[in-house]
């Protein structure tokens, strides 16, 4: 297993009052050659993105909107379902819930059937499917939602197994402290701090984990989880990889597996925002019942680390720009930029993308699809990029 801090390459470091200040990027910078053209703008959180065809997506935005895109031209979508979100007064940052990922049915050209996932108005973060008739949703179904309130987590993506199951992170991001422990996502009466596997209708597969305790299975697929926002299965192999936001440090880079711990709270390697340590019994213990990290990401700071807040994850392949190939593609959202990471030999570089990277998809092309939340948070300046040789 491999288990490191990541050290500070190649930045310089002044101190001011006893502050370090971090650079822009803590990584080496990859110069690698590629173009960006930007192809829709005017978003403010730009979430998610559903592939069709070379030039046409549906696009979600944190606030509540949903968008066709075709052929350079982006038209919203009515008729969406109410959400709730939380943010900073003043900033237009949305910190949690709001309409998050949105996936197309693997035999859309079928069905038509369209996945979101969002925090709905009642607190409740849920799954539902949609069909669209003259720029509207139509047939909205809900097909899946939490049993308790979940207004701490913001990562919620789908990505589809196969033709029938599909995967679902429920994030929470709670406070805890070994001195105040909260151990929701060790509960597995509570569906947040969970990777979920559910067939295409909302219902449990008869082949989910039977956990101790139950003498049935439920969608949970793996516990113990803070907030995955990044989930990427490798089809050739049905490997699932996900990446975790840590507390201040401590995010982590995960192949997922069946019935599985990941050990949050109990055991992790970052702290609270407050310099307040978060484990509550040490690596030995937790090596006996939990899945440590295969990889975890923590910049060294005065105060005890800081965070990279991974927000998507994307396995380039067979792409143009050689220089990502078999690269894991995840955006930064505490240094603002496209970050790459080899799984082979645990390096992490910076790319020359700024902006808070939501969103990550691979093109039948090959080119890459971004969704960038911008730098300034006070305006509505998220926009979707392409980017290519």
């Known amino acids: 297993m491999k288990l490191f801090v990541i050290l500070l390459f190649g930045c310089l ?15 080496p910078i990859s110069n690698d050659s590629f173009s960006i053209d930007t192809i829709a703008q005017g978003f403010t959180i ?28 982006l038209t919203e979508i009515t008729g969406m379902p109410e959400v709730v979100t939380f943010g900073v007064p003043g900033i237009r940052a949305i910190l949690h819930g709001g309409l998050m990922d949105v996936s197309i049915h693997p035999n859309y050209s079928s069905n038509s059937w369209i996945y979101i996932s969002y925090l709905d108005a009642d607190g409740l ?13 139509t047939q909205l179904e809900t097909i899946f939602s939490t049993r308790s309130q979940n207004y701490t987590g913001n990562g919620m993506r789908i990505v589809w197994e196969d033709e029938v199951h599909f995967f679902l992170n429920v994030g929470i991001s709670d406070l805890s402290t070994n001195t105040n422990p909260i151990l929701y996502a060790q509960d597995l009466n509570v569906d947040a701090g969970k990777i979920h596997r559910l067939m295409e209708d909302g219902s449990i597969p008869s082949d989910n984990p039977v956990f101790d305790g139950l003498t049935s299975p439920t969608t949970i697929w793996s516990y113990g989880h803070r907030d995955v926002q990044g989930l990427f299965l490798n089809e050739s192999n049905n490997t699932l990889f996900g990446v975790e ?41 937790a090596a006996v019942f939990s899945v440590f990290p295969e990889y975890y990401w923590t910049v060294p700071t005065y105060d005890g680390g800081q965070a990279i807040a991974p927000a998507c994850l ?17 955006g930064s959202l505490a240094y603002r930029r496209l970050m790459k990471y080899n799984r082979k030999t645990d390096e992490t570089f910076g790319l020359n993308i700024e902006g808070r990277v939501r969103t990550i998809k691979q093109l039948p092309s090959g080119d890459i699809i971004a969704l960038i939340e911008g730098n300034e948070l006070r305006t509505s300046n998220g926009m979707i990029v392409k980017i290519s040789k």
């Open 13 to 27: 470091i002044s101190c001011n009052n006893n502050i370090i200040k971090v650079p822009d990027s803590p990584y």
């Open 46 to 73: 730009p979430y998610g993105i559903a592939i069709i065809q070379e030039n046409e997506y549906f696009i979600t935005d944190s606030v509540g909107k949903m968008f066709h895109f075709i052929d350079g031209n």
């Open 125 to 137: 973060a849920k799954v539902s499917r949609l069909k669209i008739e003259n720029n509207t949703a």
């Open 245 to 285: 936001h840590g507390p201040k440090g401590g995010d982590e880079f995960n192949v997922i597996v069946k019935g599985k711990n990941y050990g949050w709270p109990l055991f992790t390697y970052g702290i609270n925002y407050d310099g307040a340590w978060v484990s509550t019994i040490s690596e030995d213990s």
């Open 314 to 330: 994307l396995k380039v392949s067979e792409s143009n720009i050689t220089d990502w190939n078999d690269y894991f593609l995840f």
